[in-house]
C-alpha cells in the first residue's frame, strides 16, 4: 500500500512539474517566434479570465457530473475491454490502442460539435477566441466540458486501464493537442500530416471560408485525410482566427454562452472552421 502511494506521488509530481516545464518553454517560443506578434493583450487577459471562469464551475458542478459518469461507466461493468500495464511490452502495446482509440473518438465527437446545433452553441465559445495562444487550449465552455463528461465517458465505459497509462497518454497527447493553439510560427514540414501543431489546427479556427470545417484532428491528422476534412496547409498559411461574424466573450458569457441570445442558438450553423 505504501509503495503504491509512493508511486502515486512520485507520478503526480512528475507529471505536473513536466506540464509546468513544457508551458513555460511554450510561453518563450510564444515571444520568439510568433504568429501574431502584436496580440491585445486585453484579449490575453480575457482568455485568462474566461479559463478561470471555467475552472470555477467545473469545480462547481463536479459533483454531479460524477454522480452521472460513474454511474454510466458502473452500468457498462467498469469497462468493457481491459487494458493490461504489467511489464514494457503490455504496457506499450496498451497505450498505443488506448491513444488511437481515444484519438478516433475525439476526432469524431469534435466533428459533431460543429455538426450539431445545440453542440456548436457550446463549442463556439472556444472558437471565439480572435487571438490564439496556449492558454487557448483551457478555453472551452464549462458546460461543453460537463456535458461530455456526465453523459458521453466514451473511453471510460470502453476501456479499464491502469492509471500510469491514462497519465502517461495525457502527457504525450499534451504535445500535439494541448499546444496547437501556440502562437509559434512552427511549420512541420513532412511531418505536418503526421501530428497535429500549431499550423495545423489553427487552419480548423481560421475565419477564411475555405478552411470551414478542416483539420478535426486532436493528435493524428490521419482522421482528416481518411474521413476527407484535411486541409494542408501551404508553407506561410496562418489565417486570421475567430467567429464569423466576430464575438468577444466577456466573464458573464463565459457563464451563459449558449444562452446569450435565444433566436441565435436556434439558427446558429456557420462559423469559422
Known amino acids: 500500500m505504501l509503495a503504491a502511494l509512493d508511486f502515486g506521488w512520485r507520478s503526480f509530481l512528475f507529471t505536473y512539474c513536466s506540464f509546468g516545464a513544457l508551458i513555460l518553454i511554450a510561453r518563450q517560443g510564444e515571444k520568439r517566434w510568433p504568429i501574431e506578434r502584436d496580440q491585445p493583450r486585453s484579449e490575453l487577459l480575457m482568455d485568462v479570465k474566461l479559463v478561470a471562469v471555467t475552472f470555477f464551475m467545473n469545480w462547481l458542478t463536479r459533483p454531479l457530473v460524477a454522480v452521472s459518469g460513474v454511474a454510466l461507466v458502473n452500468a457498462a461493468g467498469g469497462g468493457i475491454i481491459t487494458l ?10 496498451s497505450l ?15 466533428r459533431l460539435s460543429h455538426a450539431v446545433p445545440a453542440l456548436w452553441a457550446m463549442h463556439s465559445f472556444h472558437h471565439s477566441a480572435e487571438a490564439l495562444t496556449l492558454i487557448t487550449g483551457a478555453r472551452h465552455l464549462w458546460l461543453e466540458t460537463a456535458v461530455n463528461a456526465a453523459f458521453f465517458p466514451v473511453i471510460a465505459v470502453l476501456f479499464k486501464v491502469p492509471a500510469e497509462i491514462v497519465t502517461t497518454s495525457i502527457f504525450l497527447g499534451f504535445l500535439p493537442n494541448g499546444c496547437a493553439h501556440l502562437n509559434i510560427r512552427l511549420r512541420l514540414g513532412r511531418l505536418t500530416t503526421w501530428v497535429n501543431g500549431p499550423q495545423w489546427h489553427r487552419i480548423h479556427h481560421s ?67
Open 84 to 93: 493490461p500495464g504489467n511489464g514494457w511490452g503490455h504496457f506499450c502495446g
Open 96 to 110: 498505443a490502442i488506448f491513444m488511437v482509440v481515444t484519438d478516433f473518438y475525439s476526432y469524431w465527437s469534435h
Open 207 to 273: 475565419v477564411q471560408p475555405e478552411h470551414l470545417n478542416k483539420n478535426f484532428a486532436a493528435v493524428l491528422p490521419l482522421w482528416d485525410l481518411v474521413f476527407g476534412t484535411a486541409w494542408i496547409p501551404d508553407h506561410d498559411e496562418f489565417p486570421e482566427t475567430g467567429l464569423v461574424p466576430a464575438e468577444r466573450p466577456g466573464v458573464i458569457q463565459g457563464i451563459i454562452w449558449p444562452f446569450r441570445n435565444a433566436r441565435l442558438v436556434g439558427r446558429i450553423t456557420q462559423h469559422a472552421g
